[in-house]
């Protein structure tokens, strides 16, 4: 039996109105196949917060898992950095 690693990513979590789950944002740069200009590209994934600690505008890491429900597949590793707060 093989031992892959799992893949990683950072993102800013852009909802946390769900139960334990937070929607991440990863952003990146990508060339175009024909003109050759650089992208943005940007991927929505639902990643599993157990304890409900993300917030808006939080900078984390994922990691990817087993399927957890219709969507999710990732889970919150860790918590890089917490939002600003909003005056």
Known sequence: MAITK??????????????????????????HPTY???VKRTTKL???DE???CNIGDK????ESRP???LKRW???EIIEQAKEKV
């Open 51 to 53: 304890g409900n600690k």
């Open 68 to 70: 957890l429900s219709k």
């Open 6 to 31: 799992k893949k990683e990513f950072i993102g800013e979590v852009i909802s946390n109105k769900m139960d334990k789950t937070v929607v991440v944002a990863v952003k990146r740069l990508v060339q």
């Open 60 to 63: 984390v890491r994922i990691i």
């Open 36 to 38: 050759k200009k650089v």
């Open 75 to 77: 889970r919150v590793v």
């Open 46 to 48: 639902m990643a599993n």
